[in-house]
C-alpha cells in the first residue's frame, strides 16, 4: 500500500494562489491514481481533481474548472494541486487518496467514486478570505 502526506495549506486572500502537494512513501506513486477531495465543515467530502496512473488524464469539478490544475511528477513520487483565484468557498481541509480503478473505467467516472480510493491522507487545511 502507499502512504500518503498533504501539504501547502494555509490561510490566503481571495484571489490568491496555493499548490498542494500529496508525497507518497512505501510504493511507487505511478502505479496509482491520485485524487484530491475536500470537506468543508457540515458538508459531505467531494472530489475535486483526479489524474490517472497511466496517460496523465485529468479530471476536474466544475466548479474549479479553469482555476485549479493536477500534475504528477513520479521521479518525485508527488501529485501537485495548484489552486489559482480561490474562492472563500475553496474553504476546506483537502485530502489526496488513491486508486487504480482508472485500469477499468475513465478518470472522470473514477473521480466521482470515492468508495475506490484508499490509503487517504490527513488532510491540509485550506482557508480562503475574503
Known amino acids: 500500500q502507499v502512504h500518503l502526506v498533504e501539504s501547502g495549506g494555509g490561510l490566503v486572500q481571495s484571489g490568491g494562489s496555493l499548490r498542494l502537494s500529496c508525497a507518497a512513501s512505501g510504493s511507487t506513486l505511478e502505479n496509482y491514481a491520485i485524487g484530491w477531495f475536500r470537506q468543508a465543515p457540515g458538508k459531505a467530502r467531494e472530489g475535486v481533481s483526479c489524474i490517472s496512473s497511466s496517460d496523465g488524464s485529468t479530471s476536474y469539478a466544475d466548479s474549479v474548472k479553469g482555476r485549479f490544475t493536477i500534475t504528477r511528477d513520479n521521479a518525485k513520487n508527488t501529485v501537485y494541486l495548484q489552486m489559482n483565484s480561490l474562492k472563500p468557498e475553496d474553504t476546506a481541509v483537502y485530502y489526496c487518496?488513491?486508486?487504480?480503478?482508472?485500469?477499468?473505467?475513465?478518470?472522470?467516472?473514477?473521480?466521482?467514486?470515492?468508495?475506490?480510493?484508499?490509503?487517504w491522507g490527513q488532510g491540509t487545511q485550506v482557508t480562503v478570505s475574503s
Open positions: 487518496a488513491a486508486s487504480q480503478v482508472d485500469r477499468i473505467t475513465t478518470v472522470q467516472t473514477m473521480c466521482l467514486m470515492k468508495g475506490v480510493f484508499f490509503d
